[in-house]
């Protein structure tokens, strides 16, 4: 039997731009990426901790080391820069293999800079 788990996941991430003429997806460090294990072009779930709105769409690889968190296309009228984001990514795995799952998660600080992190 499979199970669907929290595979990897940003806390805090603050959005750094909006641009809502760009086709869609979220534009995401490509330096924060690794560190949680996220995909090019993977789908994720994202929560908006300003006001509540959650959405899925997927990731777009930015410059790593810039910090970058943007909302792009229809995205990004959920958010604005400044806004705090839980950004989540979920997998299916065997349920023996779930008893010691440990998804991999960082939380970040000021200009997206990791400040902890687990799992990893």
């Given amino acids: 039997m499979l199970v669907h788990l929290l595979k990897s996941k940003i806390h805090r991430a603050a959005v750094t731009a909006a641009n809502v003429n760009y086709e869609g997806s979220m534009t995401i460090d490509r330096c924060l990426m690794e560190k949680v294990g996220f995909m090019p072009f993977e789908r994720i779930l994202v929560s908006n901790m300003a006001n509540g709105e959650r959405f899925e769409t997927y990731i777009i690889p930015g410059e790593g080391g ?16 400044g806004d705090r984001l839980t950004i989540m990514s979920f997998t299916e ?16 600080g000021e200009k997206n800079a990791v400040i902890n992190e687990r799992g990893i």
């Fill in 66 to 81: 810039s910090g970058d968190i943007v909302l792009n296309g229809a995205t990004a009228h959920l958010g604005k820069p």
């Fill in 93 to 108: 795995v065997d349920v023996a293999q779930a008893k010691g799952w440990e998804p991999h998660v960082i939380v970040l």
